[in-house]
């Protein structure tokens, strides 16, 4: 059974930087991608980023591109995201996901398994 088990969120000041990391269990993830999504209150999961397990090719949303990079190691099977220069508008739950490798990486519907979540304040 897959399992991905997010962490490293928290309160942060306007500027400042947070990881977050996705553990993950249960799949042999060659030919797969690792997203990272983002929902705020009263809004649609938003993608963020993803990275191809296999070559570690990577792709943004715009709103993040340049602030953010995401990046996975093999031997501890984890993905992290690397967030920097935090903004109020990136406040959200953050949500780490695993899918086939296909075509559009920002649909939620590409990704068959996801974490719980993990909440990332950024206070103005």
């Known amino acids: 059974q897959v399992q991905l088990v997010e962490s490293g969120g928290g309160l942060v000041q306007a500027g400042g930087s947070l990881r977050l990391s996705c553990a993950a269990s249960?799949?042999?993830?060659?030919?797969?991608?690792m997203g990272w999504f983002r929902q705020a209150p009263g809004k649609e999961r938003e993608f963020v980023a993803a990275?191809?397990?296999?070559?570690?090719?990577?792709y943004y949303a715009d709103s993040v591109k340049g602030r953010f990079t995401i990046s996975r190691d093999f031997a501890k099977i984890t993905v992290y995201l690397q967030m920097n220069s935090l903004k109020p508008e990136d406040t959200a739950v953050y949500y780490c996901?695993?899918?086939?490798?296909?075509?559009?990486?920002?649909?939620?519907?590409?990704?068959?398994?996801w974490g719980q979540g993990t909440q990332v304040t950024v206070s103005s």
């Open positions: 996901a695993t899918g086939p490798y296909g075509h559009s990486w920002s649909s939620p519907q590409v990704y068959d398994y």
């Open positions: 249960g799949r042999t993830f060659s030919g797969y991608i």
């Open positions: 990275i191809r397990w296999s070559d570690g090719y990577t």
